[in-house]
């Protein structure tokens, strides 16, 4: 079914793409794998995998090892419409596993490796697996979790799959013995039914029963922060992953850095996108935000998705590697008073423009076509500081800024670089609709006006797993007939570019007195002020306003920062951009602010702590902003 032939494609922004997408075909519905078997045909002598070591595995090499990884887990009794817990890194046996997964038609459940016992057990007890298969390192956490709720177990190495010395092996064997990871049972080593598999020359078929087939269950926590499935169905990621070929501008056999997780819902996203692709993916163990940088000028990757903490290191690690002076001015930021945040970004250009030429080579990037940041929403700072960097050094773009949710295979709306206006999320994939409605009534609302996001799609999730009632929270089938999910998020259409511009999550969202506060409205303003590191606003009770905001403040230079100069720059802000309703009435300073497991900043401890605190009247601690006499500010 072509673009055009879609019954929502009125909603679509397909006119802003080139021929090739407007009539391009959603993939047929087959399974996830076989599909991407048919994207790699043409590509089977290219190079799939690099190792860290330099170990290179063509495609036609990778679609053998997933045939020998089905048969091993076909050997160890799993079938089609197994719900398999699924904990594991980007390294080449995690990847042929999960597709051998596929082949077989079970369903994946990817959980955190390095998540705790307790959460682990929440995702258990959510999903009820047939197995676990985790890598070996954690298999004293994994097997602790595993037995309690009886799962059966296989564990797998790092090392399977790829060239290691008798000397790597053994020195491992020790590392896990030491750590009481070492696994003694053979009948819970992956190797052992490799082994066996040897002897088994039966063809193992693709499943193809797309009727009924869940590829995926990804957890999430949503905005509620309720514990949940995500139901993906294979053939949504299959026409996510094909939509963003018009998106990106990457072509088969160009390199991509696979640096993000599969068990977050964008990694997994990322690295289906690659090898869909028949991209040449360069694999890296050092997934944190802080090994960003080094592991681009490693591989200098032709494309490379990260989440905005991954950008901030990278512009961190270009400041720390140019001269001493901009530097100096980098991490004196809170020390420029009322100087115009323009006036820095000119500091930065003119200093990378005059960088010595040695060093000038030794940080460029002309060999980035997509930089690609999702995951969170990236702030004016962020993306204003990575395109002056991504233009001095030569990158073929500016950054590419996503929108997108675990309930939709992760991306439905992308900035593409320099063909879209800064500070929006630009337009919806192909095969993405949207609209924006009226919250109460969920009815259009014009372009131009703010309301909730609803998207539309093949990528869009089955429902919630066993959860029929959050399920029928954010799915809703209109008069046509047509499932819409609601994605929580305030945006606007722009009536001429039709780009959409993010605002806030609705879940957010409070009145104060007669006007509605977008939290995530303020605290992007908050991170044009220089001596503000990060921040988030949560909501108080009033009597006379039903709620106030409360403004939570990390510091860049605690030691240095003017507290009452720098309350009186947020007051002049906020009051001059947004007006008296989102001005604080308390701020509190934290060294640090709260972070989910994913990295995101976690407003919802914040606000649960608040709303503990002030039940209790505990509110005198608390900076209490004169909003009376700040009107003057105005």
């Given at each position: 079914m072509k673009n055009n032939d879609l019954k929502y494609s009125e909603y679509t922004d397909i006119d802003y793409y080139n021929n090739g997408a407007k009539d391009a075909e959603i993939p047929e519905e087959v399974n996830p794998y076989e599909f991407q078997l048919k994207e790699n045909e043409k590509y089977m002598n290219n190079v799939a995998l690099v190792t860290e070591k330099g170990e290179k595995i063509t495609y036609e090499e990778f679609h053998t090892r997933v045939d020998e990884y089905a048969k091993a887990l076909k050997e160890k009794g799993v079938k089609e419409g197994d719900r398999i817990a699924f904990a594991a890194g980007n390294v080449p046996s995690a990847l042929y596993l999960k597709r051998a997964l596929y082949k077989l038609g079970a369903t994946v459940c990817a959980i955190n490796p390095i998540e705790t016992e307790a959460a682990m057990k929440s995702d258990i007890e959510l999903v009820n697996p047939k197995m676990f298969i985790g890598i070996n390192m954690f298999s004293k956490k994994f097997s602790t979790v595993s037995k309690k709720y009886g799962v059966d177990s296989l564990y797998f190495s790092p090392f399977d799959s790829v060239k290691t010395s008798m000397k790597e092996k053994t020195l491992l064997n020790l590392f896990m013995l030491y750590s009481k990871n070492f696994v003694f049972d053979k009948e819970e080593r992956l190797s052992t039914f490799l082994k066996k598999k040897k002897n088994n020359n039966n063809n193992i078929f693709i499943?193809?029963?797309?009727?009924?087939?869940?590829?995926?269950?990804?957890?999430?926590?949503?905005?509620?922060?309720?514990?949940?499935?995500?139901?993906?169905?294979?053939?949504?990621?299959?026409?996510?992953?094909?939509?963003?070929?018009?998106?990106?501008?990457?072509?088969?056999?160009?390199?991509?850095?696979?640096?993000?997780?599969?068990?977050?819902?964008?990694?997994?996203f990322a690295m289906q996108y690659a090898l869909n692709r028949s991209l040449e993916i360069h694999l890296t163990s050092k997934a944190m935000p802080q090994d960003f940088a080094a592991e681009v000028y490693r591989t200098r990757p032709n494309g490379v998705f990260g989440g905005p903490i991954q950008w901030n290191a990278y512009i961190d690690y270009i400041m720390k590697n140019t001269?001493?002076?901009?530097?100096?001015?980098?991490?004196?930021?809170?020390?420029?008073?009322?100087?115009?945040?323009?006036?820095?970004?000119?500091?930065?250009?003119?200093?990378?423009?005059?960088?010595?030429?040695?060093?000038k080579n030794k940080l460029d990037m002309s060999f980035l076509k997509a930089g690609v940041s999702g995951g969170e929403q990236l702030t004016s700072k962020t993306e204003n500081l990575t395109n002056i960097i991504f233009d001095v050094l030569g990158a073929e773009d500016s950054l590419y800024n996503g929108l997108g949710m675990t309930e939709m295979w992760a991306p439905v709306c992308v900035k593409r670089g320099n063909l879209n206006t800064d500070s929006t999320i630009g337009h919806m994939l192909p095969f993405v609709g949207a609209k924006i409605v009226n919250p109460v009534t969920l009815k259009e609302v014009e372009k131009g006006k703010s309301g909730v996001l609803f998207v539309t799609g093949p990528g869009m999730m089955e429902g919630y797993y066993n959860n029929p009632g959050e399920t029928s929270k954010v799915i809703v089938t209109d008069e046509n007939g047509i499932r819409w999910l609601n994605t929580g998020d305030v945006a606007v259409i722009d009536p001429v570019t039709n780009e959409k511009k993010f605002v806030d999550r609705v879940k957010r969202n409070f009145v104060c007195g007669v006007e509605n506060v977008y939290p995530q409205q303020i605290e992007n303003l908050l991170s044009n002020i220089p001596e503000i590191k990060e921040s988030i606003v949560t909501k108080i009770p009033s009597d006379d306003l039903?709620?106030?905001?409360?403004?939570?403040?990390?510091?860049?230079?605690?030691?240095?920062?003017?507290?009452?100069?720098?309350?009186?720059?947020?007051?002049?802000?906020?009051?001059?951009?947004?007006?008296?309703?989102?001005?604080?009435h308390y701020i509190e300073y934290h060294e640090k602010l709260p972070n989910s497991p994913n990295g995101k900043l976690d407003w919802n401890v914040l606000q649960e702590a608040d709303n503990e605190k002030y039940k209790k009247d505990a509110l005198g601690k608390e900076k209490n902003v004169n909003v009376k006499a700040l009107k003057k500010l105005g």
């Amino acid at each position: 079914m072509k673009n055009n032939d879609l019954k929502y494609s009125e909603y679509t922004d397909i006119d802003y793409y080139n021929n090739g997408a407007k009539d391009a075909e959603i993939p047929e519905e087959v399974n996830p794998y076989e599909f991407q078997l048919k994207e790699n045909e043409k590509y089977m002598n290219n190079v799939a995998l690099v190792t860290e070591k330099g170990e290179k595995i063509t495609y036609e090499e990778f679609h053998t090892r997933v045939d020998e990884y089905a048969k091993a887990l076909k050997e160890k009794g799993v079938k089609e419409g197994d719900r398999i817990a699924f904990a594991a890194g980007n390294v080449p046996s995690a990847l042929y596993l999960k597709r051998a997964l596929y082949k077989l038609g079970a369903t994946v459940c990817a959980i955190n490796p390095i998540e705790t016992e307790a959460a682990m057990k929440s995702d258990i007890e959510l999903v009820n697996p047939k197995m676990f298969i985790g890598i070996n390192m954690f298999s004293k956490k994994f097997s602790t979790v595993s037995k309690k709720y009886g799962v059966d177990s296989l564990y797998f190495s790092p090392f399977d799959s790829v060239k290691t010395s008798m000397k790597e092996k053994t020195l491992l064997n020790l590392f896990m013995l030491y750590s009481k990871n070492f696994v003694f049972d053979k009948e819970e080593r992956l190797s052992t039914f490799l082994k066996k598999k040897k002897n088994n020359n039966n063809n193992i078929f693709i499943a193809n029963d797309m009727n009924t087939y869940i590829s995926d269950i990804a957890f999430t926590g949503g905005s509620s922060g309720t514990h949940k499935g995500v139901m993906l169905n294979g053939n949504g990621l299959s026409s996510v992953t094909k939509g963003a070929n018009y998106v990106l501008p990457l072509n088969p056999g160009e390199k991509f850095l696979g640096n993000l997780p599969e068990f977050m819902a964008f990694g997994g996203f990322a690295m289906q996108y690659a090898l869909n692709r028949s991209l040449e993916i360069h694999l890296t163990s050092k997934a944190m935000p802080q090994d960003f940088a080094a592991e681009v000028y490693r591989t200098r990757p032709n494309g490379v998705f990260g989440g905005p903490i991954q950008w901030n290191a990278y512009i961190d690690y270009i400041m720390k590697n140019t001269n001493a002076d901009i530097y100096e001015k980098y991490k004196d930021l809170s020390k420029m008073g009322e100087k115009d945040q323009k006036e820095f970004y000119k500091i930065v250009r003119d200093a990378l423009e005059n960088l010595d030429s040695n060093v000038k080579n030794k940080l460029d990037m002309s060999f980035l076509k997509a930089g690609v940041s999702g995951g969170e929403q990236l702030t004016s700072k962020t993306e204003n500081l990575t395109n002056i960097i991504f233009d001095v050094l030569g990158a073929e773009d500016s950054l590419y800024n996503g929108l997108g949710m675990t309930e939709m295979w992760a991306p439905v709306c992308v900035k593409r670089g320099n063909l879209n206006t800064d500070s929006t999320i630009g337009h919806m994939l192909p095969f993405v609709g949207a609209k924006i409605v009226n919250p109460v009534t969920l009815k259009e609302v014009e372009k131009g006006k703010s309301g909730v996001l609803f998207v539309t799609g093949p990528g869009m999730m089955e429902g919630y797993y066993n959860n029929p009632g959050e399920t029928s929270k954010v799915i809703v089938t209109d008069e046509n007939g047509i499932r819409w999910l609601n994605t929580g998020d305030v945006a606007v259409i722009d009536p001429v570019t039709n780009e959409k511009k993010f605002v806030d999550r609705v879940k957010r969202n409070f009145v104060c007195g007669v006007e509605n506060v977008y939290p995530q409205q303020i605290e992007n303003l908050l991170s044009n002020i220089p001596e503000i590191k990060e921040s988030i606003v949560t909501k108080i009770p009033s009597d006379d306003l039903q709620f106030v905001c409360k403004y939570h403040i990390s510091l860049e230079n605690p030691d240095t920062t003017d507290i009452e100069s720098l309350e009186k720059k947020i007051n002049t802000l906020i009051y001059g951009t947004l007006g008296e309703a989102k001005l604080p009435h308390y701020i509190e300073y934290h060294e640090k602010l709260p972070n989910s497991p994913n990295g995101k900043l976690d407003w919802n401890v914040l606000q649960e702590a608040d709303n503990e605190k002030y039940k209790k009247d505990a509110l005198g601690k608390e900076k209490n902003v004169n909003v009376k006499a700040l009107k003057k500010l105005g």
